[in-house]
């Protein structure tokens, strides 16, 4: 992730109240040019006037940040030993303090006048304010400290800008936008989710000589809240940001700068462009109810799903399909319609337009075929869902593609659903199925094979394949810390609790049995006469 | 060798650490080995020993992930045998490649072991590894962990320093969240900084134990683990003073007296040695403490030296158990349900039928002749649902889990920004010069009311453009 503050990227402005702006900063334009290149976190003031050169940006030091809080602390120190000393002074309190508007004698006309005339980026009018504040000498140290912190955080001109990342993303549409949106995921189910989901980088195996029987780090994903889950899988993944370059960026002198900037906008060699959706592994594979996918957010981070730049890493390693291409191939109107393959002399008899739709249509079936082949070959090494849909049915597809011991870890605002997934896992549910399954075996003449469909009509999904299913729920309590006040938030966001369901995909021995063939059979009915089903209920339950 | 944390592959591997799972939290870490010497004396080689029965490694290895192995009857009374079976571990992982033949060479022992049970192999994740590894120190759980990562911005690619390694669970964790490709020359030549976790512990017997775990696990050159005082000696890597800056951009104490180690973790260093931390990006610092004043001193120290944006939380999670609860007079013998009515109307019937049959009682007791028991439907009330299989009867509940961990500890997260000197402003600003935009002369005094005006105006940019995004949406699925 970029530590400095980069031109043509999102980043977050923070106000002295906490509210927060997300802004594009655009290079050469007069507040943008202040901040580029500086690093994140700064916080800076609004000077006055501006200095010789233009800028009218201060940074303010942590110290002059934390003064409030400092000189508290000091005064805590303070008092402990006065205390010790003579117990002389009393205490004082909010008692007599009457709390209206006739206690601030400025009105607000007076203040909007000082506003406009004021130097010290409204240091001077929180000094005012305080100086003709009626009962500023009857207030306790602890409410003065925070009077003048409110006053302070209400008039002073600073700002801080902050990288726009997933963390930020999730708590700024929770507390600023429509919650409903992102499904009201929070920063720890964000982590608890991906954690659970084991998602991680899966290493350069073109460089570490690992075994390649299968590529690793291929994932399942299932969003509906715009776009912010794969975010954060690509996040941890190390594919949601652009390579890093702000390192050299900040050696290189303007005029070099300008010139990569030239190269990359106009003359990108074609035969070198990166196919979309072409990364073998650590790669994410979403599954989209519409035609399309919503993945609106990832603008936020450089990419447009609709406009993909083809430098960024999503746009080999992000790959989408619909359900019905998953599930069907054969129905889907992309897929189900191959463009003719035509040689070069028919291509050169085309006109010049006829080729692009031709190559167009040639390349986005290649790409979605690729894909479905892919997705339906499985191996896949977990599967992360944030979704309307019902989770059974995403489960009866995908499980199967995934790999033995992937992870699947599904969240939802509503318990709900997630217990109703719970029950199809539920012990007394795969005692049944194994016995049901053991039953079909045992009947089934020699020679064929087992028909599971009656099965599977009884069960929706294959409980003998989903250990342990497991349901958390998490939930982050924030503190205040200062000296002598510490005490957590007195209010907070209510809203969806979260949940989110965990379980390890495994392979039940019997398949492996089945497959080997009739000659097994007979010994297949010895061997279940020792109750390995009725071990499975004692063991799991 | 890659290690089963990150890149377990597709099948177990012999020397690959493995979970054997038994069941919901009982799984058993062990190192696959065809022949070990400290299980030495079984005919098998080695053997896990479990309470669902005794598993061969030569009956795991070369299992695909996730299987369901069955365990063999091993004779675990007279050992110290010639171990005859090396023969058939052998022949195991030659025939691996065809399932059939490896069904048969195992099957000899497989009537009397099903007997015993079975278990799921599966490779290690950080979380099941924290669920069954050795304790030696508090633990960091799974809830707590996957928070601090990821407020940490522990990602791919990051160096991440732990102090207090403990057990290790946070570790793995760590090492996992950074990995992005294993150290090795080709990846150093290419330009690209590999994901690290430096820790460091203070008691050298666990600091030993941890070492040996990362490379029983494989994950030498990703974890350097450092036996290391650090309220006094810091965290460069080797020598204290002169050592190499591991360069960290995420820190992580678990330590009793975190502010005893903060006066190290500073971009210049008051005794001129090199700073730890990464000199090019933000550092994002947590601590993990379980009492309040180890907090505030945490606090107050961290605002005096700078850090910036102090939060201080607490994690709380559960665990959900869902169950299916059965109430009724219908539910005698069955094993879990309540006997008693589940509705008004069921009471009343009930009430209605005992009178009877105690009416018919007394009748019988005045007139001296015997009753005949009471029929089946009598007691039903009404006759049972048949078509209803047994596991879906009963009304879906959720509660939270019997054991909770009610409190961890406190986590206090702060960020210290890259330094910013003069000289860098000047820099920054000959790059980006203010004037090259004199035609916005406007913006130059930018009052508070503008920006509110323009924030405004962005804000309805956003809510256009969201407006108009939805309304492509809609069209879009119209169309399909």
């Known amino acids: ?204 195996s073109t460089l570490d000589a690992i075994p390649t029987i299968k590529p690793n780090g291929r994932y399942f994903v299932v969003d509906e809240t715009g776009g912010l889950v794969v975010a954060a899988m690509a996040e941890r993944m190390g594919i949601l940001y652009p390579e890093n370059e702000d390192e050299e960026l900040e050696s290189t002198d303007g005029a070099q700068e300008e010139n990569t900037e030239k190269k990359s906008t106009t003359s990108t060699p074609r035969r070198k462009r990166p196919r979309p959706m072409s990364a073998s592994g650590n790669t994410i594979t979403v599954i989209h109810a519409y035609s399309q996918p919503n993945l ?182 924030v503190w205040q810390v200062l000296p002598g006040r510490t005490h957590p938030l007195m209010t907070g966001r209510g809203g969806a609790e979260g949940y989110l369901f965990h379980g390890v995909h495994v392979i039940p021995a019997e398949a492996s049995i089945q497959a080997a063939g009739t000659f097994r059979k007979k010994r297949k009915v010895e061997t279940t006469s020792t109750p390995v089903s009725d071990r499975d209920v004692e063991m799991t339950s | 060798m890659p290690s089963p944390f990150l890149t377990p592959g597709s099948i177990a591997q012999a020397n690959d650490v493995a979970l054997l799972h038994l069941r919901r939290d009982q799984t058993i870490p062990t190192i696959l080995r065809a022949t070990d010497s400290e299980h030495d004396g079984y005919k098998e080689g080695k053997v896990s020993n479990t309470r669902f029965g005794s598993f061969p490694h030569s009956t795991l290895i070369n299992q695909p992930w996730g299987s369901q192995i069955v365990a063999s009857k091993v004779d675990t009374g007279s050992r110290g045998r010639k171990p005859s079976n090396k023969r058939k571990a052998e022949e195991l992982e030659a025939s691996a490649t065809t399932t059939g033949a490896e069904d048969d060479s195992s099957s000899v022992k497989k009537p009397e072991a099903a007997a015993s049970g079975f278990l799921h192999l599966t490779y290690p994740t950080p979380e099941s590894w924290t669920l069954s590894l050795p304790h030696r120190t508090q633990v960091v759980y799974t809830p707590d962990y996957s928070y601090i990562l990821h407020r940490l911005r522990a990602r791919a690619g990051a160096t991440v320093i732990e102090a207090g390694a403990g057990s290790g669970s946070f570790t793995h964790a760590a090492v996992r969240a950074v990995f992005n490709g294993y150290p090795n020359e080709e990846s150093a030549t290419k330009k690209r900084r590999l994901g690290k976790v430096c820790s460091f512990e203070f008691h050298e017997q666990r600091a030993g134990r941890v070492k040996e775990e990362i490379s029983e696990h494989e994950l030498d050159g990703l974890v350097e683990v450092t036996h290391r005082d650090v309220y006094e000696d810091g965290f460069l890597l080797g020598d204290p003073k002169t050592g190499r800056s591991p360069k960290a951009s995420a820190i992580f104490l678990d330590l009793p007296a975190p502010w005893l180690a903060l006066k190290h973790l500073v971009r210049k260093p008051a005794s001129g040695i090199e700073s730890p931390l990464d000199p090019s990006s933000t550092a994002y610092l947590c601590t993990f403490s379980p009492c309040l004043e180890q907090v505030e001193r945490t606090v107050r120290l961290m605002r005096e030296l700078g850090w910036l944006d102090i939060t201080m939380v607490e994690v709380n999670h559960n665990r959900i158990e869902v169950k299916r609860e059965r109430i009724g007079l219908d539910c005698e013998g069955v094993r879990g349900a309540t006997v008693f009515p589940k509705s008004v109307d069921e009471a009343l019937s009930k009430l209605l039928t005992d009178d009877e049959r105690a009416k018919r009682l007394r009748q019988a007791h005045l007139e001296g002749t015997r009753v005949n028991p009471p029929s089946q439907e009598d007691i039903a009330g009404e006759p049972k649902d048949q078509s209803t299989p047994t596991y879906n009867l009963g009304r879906l509940v959720h509660r939270t889990e019997s054991e909770i961990k009610t409190h961890t500890s406190y986590l206090v997260f702060a960020i210290l920004p890259r330094d910013w000197s003069e000289e860098d402003e000047q820099k920054c600003r000959q790059k980006w010069p203010s004037d090259k935009v004199e035609e916005e002369p406007k913006k130059a005094t930018k009052s508070r009311k503008q920006q509110k005006k323009e924030f405004k105006e962005l804000r309805l940019q956003e809510q256009k453009e969201e407006q108009e995004e939805k309304e492509e949406q809609a069209t879009e699925n119209s169309e399909a």
């Open chain 1, 1 to 204: 992730m970029h530590s400095s503050i980069r031109p043509n990227q999102f980043a977050v402005i923070q106000l002295p109240s906490d509210q927060t702006r997300i802004v594009k900063l655009v290079p050469n334009t007069f507040a943008a040019n202040q901040v580029i290149g500086r690093p994140f976190f700064l916080t800076f003031e609004i000077l006055d006037a501006p200095q010789s050169d233009g800028y009218q940006l201060r940074v303010v030091p942590a110290e002059e940040l934390h003064a409030e809080h400092l000189i508290e602390e000091a005064e805590a120190d303070g008092e402990g030993e006065e205390g010790d000393s003579g117990a002389g002074t009393p205490m004082r309190t909010n008692r007599t303090i009457v709390d209206d508007a006739s206690t601030q004698k400025l009105t607000t006309q007076e203040i909007e006048e000082l506003k406009k005339e004021a130097s010290g980026a409204g240091k001077d009018i929180v000094a005012k304010i305080l100086e003709s504040h009626a009962n500023l000498d009857k207030k306790t140290a602890f409410s003065l400290a925070k009077y003048t912190l409110r006053k302070r955080k209400k008039y002073i001109r600073r700002f801080t800008v902050l990288p726009l990342d997933v963390s930020f993303l999730a708590n700024y549409f929770l507390d600023q936008r429509d919650a409903q949106r992102t499904m009201e995921l929070r920063d720890e189910h964000v982590g608890l989710l991906g954690c659970l989901g084991n998602v991680h980088h899966g290493g350069e």
């Open chain 1, 296 to 477: 609106s957010l990832l603008k936020y981070f450089g990419y447009d799903i609709n406009t993909p730049d083809e430098s960024h890493p999503l746009h080999t390693h992000l790959k989408t399909m619909s359900w019905l291409q998953l599930v069907d191939p054969s129905a889907d109107p992309i897929l189900s319609n191959e463009p003719p393959a035509l040689s070069a002399e028919e291509l050169a008899e085309l006109k010049a337009s006829k080729r692009t739709a031709y190559y167009f249509k040639r390349n986005r079936w290649e790409k979605f075929r690729a894909v479905t082949d892919e997705a339906r070959a499985g191996g896949f090494d977990g599967l992360i869902a944030a979704t309307l849909l019902e989770p059974a049915g995403i489960l009866k597809h995908a499980v199967p593609l995934l790999s033995g011991s992937a992870a699947v870890a599904i969240y939802s605002p509503t318990i709900e659903p997630l217990t109703e997934l719970m029950d199809l896992y539920s012990t007394a549910r795969r005692t049944a199925f194994i016995n049901r399954k053991r039953d079909l075996e045992v009947q089934k003449a020699p020679g064929e094979t087992v028909n599971l469909a009656p099965l599977f009509e009884e069960f929706p999904l294959d409980p003998t394949r989903l250990l342990p299913p497991t349901l958390h729920t998490t939930r982050v309590r």
